[in-house]
């Protein structure tokens, strides 16, 4: 089954957590729009070493997506307009799952929607038909698609919205996948907890722009994109924190840390600010073997640190006395 | 590593050769004309391969060189000469801001790039599919971030490359003639298909057009026939007449060989040949996006038909990312939709394309 996960070679740290009701065999899984529905990236690294698998977007009917350009890259990063194009709920599940089935990691599946019954009817179908799905993540933050920002970015929209998506979601995993466009993502991190997500992942992209000085105007076709890659990082690390200490920690909500991560170090600061796993996006574009080297590398942190489980570092970060993390510069 | 084992020992992948990341040692990196270059990898296992697959190379500012630098050619002055290009506050109607000023482009690239395999060979220099050491030549012309860090390799540097990716061009088997459309960095993909149409023994005539003479990337012998200016093929480029094709050059001031975009060789040349036909004759392009859209109707007017090979900004190259769409709606289709350019192609059925 793909729930058990094998069990270390004696003497290796033990890299499995959990996530809701999802066992994963390490903390490293792939971020939602990265990888496809996995069969066109089997091709250049094993699957079945990841933690989970997160496909692309699966709306309820098909999606063209924007026009081109949809990504441009930056000083550190990419800006990308893809405009959630997904080949839908119906042929996802004809076409995409018997693969999924095959590769012996738990699936979540990424959800976007534009009114409550969008992300509510895929995810129902999601819970009742595909076992080897185990997890449905929200997509509330979708920058690129002009009403996608108002769920991530508005407390009480998103708790109807995960109360309604709760009530119909029964086996699966509900992750929600917090938008970093806010104020103060404990709010919105807070509103989906209460209203019954069992996970949060976070962050997304950055709204942001690159201005063709040419043609003077945006470069990409959507005008505006979402920033992810080694940019984000430090703030993504910053918002896991503060979600952890403010809200999930009570709670005892696993969190998805993801935002830049390429590399195990990079991983390690999440876990240390509270992620239980973490998720690669934008860096599999330049090395789609990324997982696996962060599990490798995790593995010989924690043996130097000299921990038999990777739970022992997930928030163990030592703060200075709460209160002066917001006070900077 | 064990790559893609989950899927293909399950069987799920359909024959696909297999694909992956491989690393590429600089063995040459030749300047050709200005600004444009012959970079020679040697690769190990290098997975079999057609004409229209394209490698997705990452290549950093000093990463794994094992030789010291030297300075740029003087053949390739110009970009590769920093100092002849206009520092910001130097900037003027003459030499307007460009972003191909060195202070700007003094960024690292973050993601690879793709390029279109130009030849492939074994160790000795033999044409090969299957070698246990391949020769791949990739053909560039330095435009960017990437490309200046190219222009930078020398013999035993080592970059990161991904491939054989994308679908490249299908020789049909009624095939008789073959005509070569290819237009500055869109001629590489035309010189591997020249190699693979010449061991078929089809027979073939190639269009290569740039901007100017000094931007024409291939070799003209001072033997070749002359006149150049005249529709009419001769064994004139070095690349394509060692496979005994002929060809017809173009530059878009008329610098070299016919005055115009390699498209205006290609009309006056079927208006010449008024046996060709569809049945026998395939045209294969590539090349900007309006070159390629021109070629198509000149193909689309004669009923010819015409593969292109389309270039779009691509950030994965593998199909994953949704990045590197294309118009597509083949014929009985009721609604276009996206395709992707780095997995359903580069190369299409012109005939498919929607055109921008
Ligand atoms: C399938 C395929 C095959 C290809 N084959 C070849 C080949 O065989 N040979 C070849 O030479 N090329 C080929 N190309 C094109 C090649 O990939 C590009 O030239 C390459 O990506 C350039 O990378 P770079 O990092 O050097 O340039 P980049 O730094 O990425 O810049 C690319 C261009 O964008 C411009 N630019 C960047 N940012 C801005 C901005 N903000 N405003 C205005 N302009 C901007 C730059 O000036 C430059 O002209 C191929 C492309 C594809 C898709
Ligand atoms: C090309 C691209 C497509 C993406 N598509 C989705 C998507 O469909 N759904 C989603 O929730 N996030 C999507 N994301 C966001 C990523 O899952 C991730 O949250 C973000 O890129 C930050 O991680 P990274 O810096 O490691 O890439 C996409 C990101 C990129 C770069
Ligand atoms: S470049 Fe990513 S899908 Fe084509």
Same mark, same amino acid.
């Given at each position: 089954?793909?729930?058990?996960?094998?069990?270390?070679?004696?003497?290796?740290?033990?890299?499995?957590?959990?996530?809701?009701?999802?066992?994963?065999?390490?903390?490293?899984?792939?971020?939602?729009?990265?990888?496809?529905?996995?069969?066109?990236?089997?091709?250049?690294?094993?699957?079945?070493?990841?933690?989970?698998?997160?496909?692309?977007?699966?709306?309820?009917?098909?999606?063209?997506?924007?026009?081109?350009?949809?990504?441009?890259?930056?000083?550190?990063?990419?800006?990308?307009?893809?405009?959630?194009?997904?080949?839908?709920?119906?042929?996802?599940?004809?076409?995409?799952?018997?693969?999924?089935?095959?590769?012996?990691?738990?699936?979540?599946? *990424?959800?976007?929607?534009?009114?409550?019954?969008?992300?509510?009817?895929?995810?129902?179908?999601?819970?009742?038909?595909?076992?080897?799905?185990?997890?449905?993540?929200?997509?509330?933050?979708?920058? *690129?698609?002009?009403?996608?920002?108002?769920?991530?970015?508005?407390?009480?929209?998103?708790?109807?919205?995960?109360?309604?998506?709760?009530?119909?979601?029964?086996?699966?995993?509900?992750?929600?996948?917090?938008?970093? *466009?806010?104020?103060?993502?404990?709010?919105?991190?807070?509103?989906?907890?209460?209203?019954?997500?069992?996970?949060?992942?976070?962050?997304?992209?950055?709204?942001?722009?690159?201005?063709?000085?040419?043609?003077?105007?945006?470069?990409?076709?959507?005008?505006?994109?979402?920033?992810?890659?080694?940019?984000?990082?430090?703030?993504?690390?910053?918002?896991?924190?503060?979600?952890?200490?403010?809200?999930?920690?009570?709670?005892?909500?696993?969190?998805?840390?993801?935002?830049?991560?390429?590399?195990?170090?990079?991983?390690?600061?999440?876990?240390?600010?509270?992620?239980?796993?973490?998720?690669?996006?934008?860096?599999?574009?330049?090395?789609?073997?990324?997982?696996?080297?962060?599990?490798?590398?995790?593995?010989?942190?924690?043996?130097?640190?000299?921990?038999? *489980?990777?739970?022992?570092?997930?928030?163990?970060?030592?703060?200075?006395?709460?209160?002066?993390?917001?006070?900077?510069? | 590593?064990?790559?893609?084992?989950?899927?293909?020992?399950?069987?799920?992948?359909?024959?696909?050769?297999?694909?992956?990341?491989?690393?590429?040692?600089?063995?040459?990196?030749?300047?050709?004309?200005?600004?444009?270059?012959?970079?020679?990898?040697?690769?190990?296992?290098?997975?079999?391969?057609?004409?229209?697959?394209?490698?997705?190379?990452?290549?950093?500012?000093?990463?794994?060189?094992?030789?010291?630098?030297?300075?740029?050619?003087?053949?390739?002055?110009?970009?590769?000469?920093?100092?002849?290009?206009?520092?910001?506050?130097?900037?003027?109607?003459?030499?307007?801001?460009?972003?191909?000023?060195?202070?700007?482009?003094?960024?690292?690239?973050?993601?690879?790039?793709?390029?279109?395999?130009?030849?492939?060979?074994?160790?000795?220099?033999?044409?090969?599919?299957?070698?246990?050491?391949?020769?791949?030549?990739?053909?560039?012309?330095?435009?960017?971030?990437?490309?200046?860090?190219?222009?930078?390799?020398?013999?035993?540097?080592?970059?990161?490359?991904?491939?054989?990716?994308?679908?490249?061009?299908?020789?049909?088997?009624?095939?008789?003639?073959?005509?070569?459309?290819?237009?500055?960095?869109?001629?590489?993909?035309?010189?591997?298909?020249?190699?693979?149409?010449?061991?078929?023994?089809?027979?073939?005539?190639?269009?290569?057009?740039?901007?100017?003479?000094?931007?024409?990337?291939?070799?003209?012998?001072?033997?070749?026939?002359?006149?150049?200016?005249?529709?009419?093929?001769?064994?004139?480029?070095?690349?394509?007449?060692?496979?005994?094709?002929?060809?017809?050059?173009?530059?878009?001031?008329?610098?070299?060989?016919?005055?115009?975009?390699?498209?205006?060789?290609?009309?006056?040349?079927?208006?010449?040949?008024?046996?060709?036909?569809?049945?026998?004759?395939?045209?294969?392009?590539?090349?900007?996006?309006?070159?390629?859209?021109?070629?198509?109707?000149?193909?689309?007017?004669?009923?010819?038909?015409?593969?292109?090979?389309?270039?779009?900004?691509?950030?994965?190259?593998?199909?994953?990312?949704?990045?590197?769409?294309?118009?597509?709606?083949?014929?009985?289709?009721?609604?276009?939709?996206?395709?992707?350019?780095?997995?359903?192609?580069?190369?299409?059925?012109?005939?498919?394309?929607?055109?921008?």
């Amino acid at each position: 089954m793909n729930n058990i996960a094998a069990p270390p070679p004696t003497g290796e740290p033990d890299l499995s957590v959990r996530l809701g009701n999802m066992l994963l065999a390490n903390p490293v899984m792939t971020a939602s729009g990265t990888c496809g529905y996995a069969d066109e990236y089997a091709d250049f690294t094993d699957l079945s070493q990841l933690g989970a698998f997160v496909t692309k977007a699966i709306s309820k009917t098909p999606r063209k997506g924007n026009e081109s350009y949809r990504v441009i890259e930056t000083r550190a990063g990419l800006l990308n307009a893809i405009g959630l194009a997904n080949i839908g709920l119906a042929r996802f599940l004809k076409e995409k799952i018997p693969l999924l089935e095959k590769m012996g990691v738990p699936v979540i599946v *990424n959800v976007p929607g534009w009114q409550i019954e969008d992300y509510a009817d895929v995810a129902e179908r999601l819970d009742h038909e595909s076992p080897v799905v185990r997890g449905i993540e929200l997509n509330v933050s979708c920058p *690129n698609v002009k009403s996608g920002l108002s769920f991530g970015t508005d407390a009480v929209r998103l708790a109807q919205l995960v109360a309604a998506v709760r009530r119909r979601v029964s086996r699966c995993t509900l992750i929600v996948k917090l938008s970093p *466009n806010v104020t103060d993502i404990a709010v919105t991190a807070r509103a989906a907890v209460e209203a019954g997500a069992d996970c949060l992942s976070l962050v997304n992209t950055f709204t942001a722009m690159v201005v063709d000085i040419e043609k003077g105007r945006p470069w990409l076709a959507n005008g505006v994109g979402g920033l992810s890659g080694p940019a984000i990082k430090p703030i993504a690390v910053y918002m896991v924190h503060r979600v952890y200490s403010q809200v999930a920690r009570k709670h005892q909500i696993p969190l998805i840390g993801m935002g830049g991560i390429q590399s195990w170090s990079d991983a390690v600061e999440f876990l240390l600010a509270g992620a239980t796993a973490v998720a690669v996006g934008t860096a599999l574009f330049i090395d789609p073997a990324i997982p696996l080297k962060i599990c490798e590398g995790l593995r010989e942190y924690l043996t130097r640190k000299e921990k038999k *489980n990777v739970i022992e570092i997930i928030g163990a970060l030592a703060m200075p006395e709460e209160g002066r993390a917001g006070g900077n510069s | 590593m064990r790559r893609g084992l989950c899927f293909r020992d399950a069987g799920a992948v359909d024959g696909t050769p297999p694909r992956g990341e491989f690393t590429g040692i600089v063995r040459a990196n030749q300047a050709l004309c200005r600004e444009h270059y012959r970079l020679t990898l040697e690769v190990v296992g290098f997975p079999p391969s057609t004409p229209g697959q394209f490698i997705e190379i990452l290549s950093l500012p000093g990463g794994g060189s094992t030789e010291k630098r030297r300075p740029t050619p003087a053949s390739s002055a110009g970009p590769g000469d920093e100092t002849a290009r206009p520092r910001e506050w130097q900037w003027t109607a003459a030499a307007p801001p460009r972003f191909t000023d060195p202070d700007l482009i003094a960024q690292r690239p973050y993601l690879r790039r793709p390029f279109s395999i130009a030849q492939r060979r074994d160790a000795r220099g033999q044409q090969s599919d299957s070698a246990a050491v391949t020769q791949l030549d990739i053909m560039y012309r330095v435009v960017g971030k990437t490309t200046r860090v190219l222009e930078q390799l020398r013999p035993g540097a080592m970059v990161s490359l991904l491939g054989p990716l994308g679908r490249g061009f299908i020789i049909p088997p009624s095939l008789r003639l073959a005509l070569l459309v290819g237009g500055g960095v869109g001629i590489p993909p035309m010189l591997y298909l020249a190699e693979q149409l010449a061991l078929r023994g089809i027979p073939a005539v190639a269009f290569a057009g740039a901007q100017r003479a000094d931007l024409f990337p291939l070799i003209l012998p001072p033997g070749a026939p002359r006149p150049l200016d005249r529709p009419v093929a001769s064994r004139s480029v070095l690349e394509f007449a060692r496979h005994g094709i002929s060809s017809i050059v173009a530059t878009d001031d008329g610098s070299l060989g016919m005055h115009g975009f390699v498209t205006v060789a290609l009309r006056a040349y079927l208006e010449r040949e008024k046996e060709i036909n569809g049945d026998s004759t395939t045209v294969f392009c590539c090349g900007p996006m309006p070159m390629m859209k021109a070629t198509a109707a000149i193909a689309a007017m004669r009923k010819l038909p015409c593969q292109v090979s389309l270039e779009q900004p691509m950030a994965c190259g593998m199909g994953t990312c949704q990045s590197c769409v294309i118009k597509y709606q083949p014929a009985g289709e009721p609604e276009w939709g996206y395709r992707l350019a780095c997995a359903d192609g580069p190369v299409f059925q012109a005939a498919d394309i929607i055109w921008p």
